[in-house]
């Protein structure tokens, strides 16, 4: 014969006191009278509006009624679906003592608290793609309604991410668990008495990894994701962006030719002249979507081709004119070698 536990029964009278709390609040009738006097009133503006011959705002007001009683239909809609929906008989007690029992064959350690209205579980290590974080505790408060907010998950030996303190797991922010898909399932499990049920599908959830909903991916679990080059990399191997902000490996942090300050290779500017990378304080926004070069190398690039074209303009004048250019001695008065008829062209005349 079966030992008989005296606490777990008591522990399943209480459970069933409060499931039955909670399902007689699932199936109460809360009528939408908030959205139907919100349409009462707008049925009275829009009238008033007519008899005072304002067209412009009953119109406008008309709209307005027009969207609000689609959104009382759709109030309408989900009150009769709840009215439908079947409530779920509520567990014998024999059943909640026997889950009780139950969960000794699946966990770790089982502990339930009269005073404090919980029943806590200890899983086994959670293994997921070779990262290993360790045993949890799943504790469920069976004397809160909600139950999203009934069920914390603690880990027992934290293995963080680099990145964040306040995850355990990839999908557990803080001590709350992301149900996703198994929201539905779990709720069902409760209000069926499924105890056993309940904390199985959360361990199921735990050791189920999906990326695309993970609050950090397992593959940056011991590193930081990297803005440039999408890696994961060491906390030593990263450069704070002095423009942006955003964590950067090294090899995507360059400085900038002109201040020298730090910056990651998105917010950089690189000149297609000289090859400089220049940061946004240095080289504005509103100038990089109409230039491709620094203002060193476009100054630089202005003034050479008017210098040039000066000398060409000169060269091709005397040589239409059939006179060569002028040396540099052409500005002398006299010449060492043309002494004499400097003299006579001094002379009186």
């Known amino acids: 014969m079966a030992t008989f536990h005296r606490k777990r029964w008591r ?49 406008s007001l008309r709209q307005d009624l027009e969207i609000r009683v689609r959104w009382f239909e759709t109030d309408l809609f989900a009150l009769r679906r709840s009215l439908s929906a079947k409530a779920p008989e509520p567990p014998a007690l024999r059943t909640l003592y026997e ?5 000794d064959d699946e966990f770790e350690d089982v502990e339930i608290d009269l005073k404090t209205t919980t029943l806590r579980v200890q899983t086994s290590d ?4 070779d990262l290993n974080l360790g045993p949890f505790d799943l504790i469920w408060d069976w004397g809160r309604p909600s139950s999203q907010t009934a069920l914390t998950v603690d880990a027992l030996e934290p293995h963080r991410p680099e990145s964040r303190s306040d995850i355990t ?16 399932p779990l709720e069902q499990a409760l209000a069926e008495g499924r105890l056993c ?5 959360v361990r199921q959830t735990l050791q189920t990894y999906n990326p695309q909903s ?82 060193n190398c476009r100054v630089a690039a202005e003034a050479t081709p008017e210098e040039n074209t000066a000398d060409e303009t000169n060269e091709l004048e005397n040589a239409a004119d059939g006179t060569a250019a002028p040396s540099s001695d052409a500005d002398d008065p006299v010449h060492a070698d043309r002494l004499g008829e400097a ?3 001094a002379g009186p005349g």
């Open 11 to 59: 522990a399943a009278l209480r459970i069933a006191a409060a499931l039955e709390t909670n399902r007689a609040a699932a199936t109460q009738v809360d009528l939408p009278q908030g959205a139907w006097d919100h349409l009462v009133r707008l049925a009275h503006q829009h009238q008033l509006a007519l008899d005072n011959h304002w067209f412009q705002a009953a119109e």
């Open 99 to 103: 889950e009780l029992c139950a969960l």
């Open 126 to 129: 959670i293994v997921l793609e």
């Open 169 to 184: 797991h990839p999908h557990v922010l803080g001590s709350i668990l992301c149900e996703g898909e198994a929201s539905r």
């Open 197 to 201: 049920d309940y904390f199985l599908i």
């Open 214 to 295: 993970a609050y950090v991916a397992i593959a940056d679990w011991t590193g930081f994701r990297c803005r440039g080059c999408d890696d994961s990399v060491s906390a030593d191997d990263l450069c704070s962006c002095q423009s942006c902000g955003d964590e950067a490996c090294t090899d995507c942090s360059l400085s900038c030719a002109q201040c020298g300050r730090t910056s990651c290779r998105c917010c950089l500017q690189n000149c297609s002249d000289c090859l400089d990378d220049f940061c946004p304080r240095c080289w504005p926004d509103d100038v990089r979507p109409r230039e491709s070069v620094c203002s």
């Open 343 to 345: 003299a006579l062209a």
